[in-house]
Antibody
Framework: QVQLVESGGGLVKPGESLRLSCAAS????????MTWIRQAPGRGLEWLSY????????RYADSVKGRFTISRDNAKNSLYLQMDSLKAEDSAVYYC?????????????WGQGTTVTVS | QTVVTQEPSLTVSPGGTVTLTCASS?????????PNWFQQKPGQAPRALIY???RKHAWTPARFSGSLLGDKAALTLSGVQPEDEADYYC?????????FGGGTKLIVL
């Protein structure tokens, strides 16, 4: 079955960096857009970034543009999020989500998330 | 920056019908915003329900339906079940990026 497993979260200090990973299985990873979303404690969902299946199309939310970098390795069925210059307000659960068949605008399957704490 | 607005909370009786809405600060929500809806229960990852305004995923129960209602996207639950108590989020795409609404807490009482 389709599965996404995030990893790489942890406790870091303000200004430090962290790289999150999302391991995909159960589908042809290279065929789908992939998205990162986060949720701060007790708050709503925040869309962060997405990348096209081949990696040539990338967009970021204004809140992370210039600090976060999305990337993927289709040979390893993996999605990444490089997070630099971290701030306390970046503390959240970070989810990756799989895109839809033949459509860029949406997600279907989500991972369980990885927790990032900046303090 | 787009602001997407949802009702903070709604209450519905079991077996009843409720409609959640999703408005955009940029104007009327159209199919071109590709509205998506997600359900999230406490301690769980979100689950996709609706995409492209009206389309259901394979696992979406038949009692959930998406639509455009006036100048908003809408999610209607018909024949609400106790297990539908959850937070519901809409997602709109605009200008190549996307924005979630603040979420609606649906209380089944």
């Amino acid at each position: 079955q389709v599965q996404l497993v995030e990893s790489g979260g942890g406790l870091v200090k303000p200004g430090e960096s962290l790289r999150l990973s999302c391991a995909a299985s159960g589908f042809t990873f290279s065929d789908y857009y992939m998205t990162w979303i986060r949720q701060a404690p007790g708050r709503g969902l925040e869309w962060l970034s997405y990348m096209s299946n081949g990696g040539g199309y990338i967009r970021y939310a204004d809140s992370v543009k210039g600090r976060f970098t999305i990337s993927r390795d289709n040979a390893k069925n993996s999605l990444y999020l490089q997070m630099d210059s971290l701030k306390a307000e970046d503390s959240a659960v970070y989810y990756c989500a799989k895109g839809l068949p033949t459509l860029a605008y949406g997600m279907d399957v989500w991972g369980q998330g990885t927790t990032v704490t900046v303090s | 920056q787009t602001v997407v607005t949802q009702e903070p909370s709604l209450t519905v009786s079991p077996g009843g019908t409720v409609t959640l809405t999703c408005a955009s600060s940029t104007g009327a929500v159209t199919s071109g915003y590709y509205p998506n809806w997600f359900q999230q229960k406490p301690g769980q990852a979100p689950r996709a329900l609706i995409y492209s305004t009206i389309r259901k995923h394979a696992w979406t129960p038949a009692r959930f339906s998406g639509s455009l209602l006036g100048d908003k996207a809408a999610l209607t639950l018909s024949g609400v079940q106790p297990e539908d108590e959850a937070d519901y989020y809409c997602l709109l795409y605009n200008g190549g990026t996307a924005t979630f609404g603040g979420g609606t807490k649906l209380i089944v009482l």
